[in-house]
């Protein structure tokens, strides 16, 4: 049986350095969607601070309930189709949906197959391949660094704080991981069939079990955790994920776009939510953040909050390249200053253009301002 995928990479802004962005495999990728994440990733890149352009790819592919091999295979395949666009200096490959330090790996060992090199194309590669320490765990702990330097700001902390948390993947589990380590309490988690509350606090454990070595379905989280709750997708109420219909101190989406629209905004801010911070790209909705800011509510937009594992992807790149490999102590250290900074620089733009605490406007202006810069430095 001959078995067809579509895959697509999308080069979108090199003005700051080579195109740089993640690979997603699920059956709901498209051409456009691709171009959205693209295109976001272009500002989320600048306002790092570090050299690095905007691209996005991946394929229609579900890797859910494939063997090893026929991951390897449609890897295999994904690569050998456009190994020739891609470089280490020209448009560097990373992780997302679907695409994890497997599939990394499988991608990484067909590029060295077709071109005799050991070039750093990809990141989030396993440690045995010349990975990061720290990568996997990047995105999800940037994201609470970025929300408690915000909440700093403001004489705040997450100490003690219930934590609401959709997804289960690897930015939601280090997401939860480190609001832990922080003396916060998340409580949900959710995956594409359904919720979990559990009013004890997520069992991490068991989360990472069931999602990392099992690669099952929430549902079984349950059976071995009397505290917890699960609610079935089709059972949300009105749609809307149930995660957050639980009232928290801080929300954070972090499964994928358009997963937190008007409907749940609503429950949040009735229940008195504090502040939002996006793991996922784009998960919350246009109307849906009009609300927030309406509300006065704390929102930390994607291209600040989960720049983190991006960042720490250009360390990897630096890393091969240097042959000198950074403690995992180290690798955390840049972090926290990388999150930090991200937060200072958007909120002294915030300031500059009389915008409060619209860090929406702040990060857009300040992402778009670093790549116009470059591209009229290098003439038209
Ligand atoms: P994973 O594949 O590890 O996890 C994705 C999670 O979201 C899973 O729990 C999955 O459920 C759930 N999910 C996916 N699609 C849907 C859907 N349509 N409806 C409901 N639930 C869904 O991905 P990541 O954790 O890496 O990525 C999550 C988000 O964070 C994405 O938006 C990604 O672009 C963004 N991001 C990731 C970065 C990274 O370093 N990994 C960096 C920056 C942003 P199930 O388990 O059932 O599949």
């Keep these: 049986i001959i078995h067809v995928n579509n895959g697509y990479r999308i080069q979108f802004n090199n003005a700051l350095g080579p195109y740089k ?55 295999q395949a994904f690569m050998s189709s456009f190994y020739n666009s891609i470089g280490a200096d020209i448009d560097i490959l990373g992780g997302d949906i679907g695409v994890g330090a497997r599939e990394v790996g499988y991608l990484f060992g067909e590029y060295k197959q077709l071109t005799n090199s050991y070039h750093s194309i990809i ?28 909440l700093e700001d403001i004489g705040e902390t997450l100490k ?28 949900t988690c959710s995956d594409s069939k359904g919720a979990i509350h559990d009013s004890n606090g997520i069992d991490l454990t068991l989360l990472k079990n069931l999602k990392l070595e099992r690669r099952a ?89 989960n720049a983190g594992g991006v960042a720490v992807s ?15 102590e180290e690798v955390d250290e840049k972090l926290q200053n990388i999150m930090s900074n991200i937060y200072t620089d958007i909120k002294k733009t915030c300031d500059e253009y009389c915008l409060e605490m619209d860090l929406v406007s702040g990060a857009n202006i300040l992402g778009f301002k670093r790549v116009a810069n470059a591209m009229i430095a290098q003439g038209v």
């Design 160 to 187: 003690g704080k219930i934590c609401t948390i959709s997804g289960s993947g690897n930015v939601a589990i280090h997401a939860i991981e480190k609001l832990y380590d922080l003396g916060a309490i998340p409580v």
């Design 217 to 305: 379905s929430l549902e079984y989280y349950v059976a071995e955790r009397k505290s917890a709750t699960y609610v079935k997708k089709e059972q949300y109420e009105g749609g809307s994920n149930h995660v957050w219909n639980i009232p928290c101190f801080a929300a954070f989406p972090c499964a994928t776009q358009n997963e937190l629209g008007e409907d749940c905004a609503k429950r949040l801010i009735n229940n008195d939510v504090k502040v939002v911070s996006e793991g996922a790209n784009m998960p919350t909705t246009k109307n849906a953040i009009e609300l927030f800011k309406e509300h006065n509510i704390l929102f930390g937009p994607a291209k600040a909050a």
């Design 123 to 150: 990141t989030s590669k396993p440690l045995s391949l010349g990975g990061s320490l720290g990568r996997i765990s990047a995105t999800g702990y940037g994201l609470i660094y970025f929300t408690q330097t915000l």
């Design 314 to 328: 250009v360390l990897e790149m630096s890393q091969n390249s240097s042959l000198q490999y950074f403690t995992e």
């Design 21 to 75: 962005g993640g690979v997603r495999f699920h059956p709901s990728v498209t051409p456009d969607i691709l171009k959205f994440l693209a295109f976001e990733q272009i500002f989320k890149n600048a306002i790092t601070g570090l050299h690095i352009g905007g691209a996005k790819g991946g394929a229609d592919f579900d890797p859910k309930g494939k063997s090893d091999k026929e991951i390897m295979k449609f890897c």
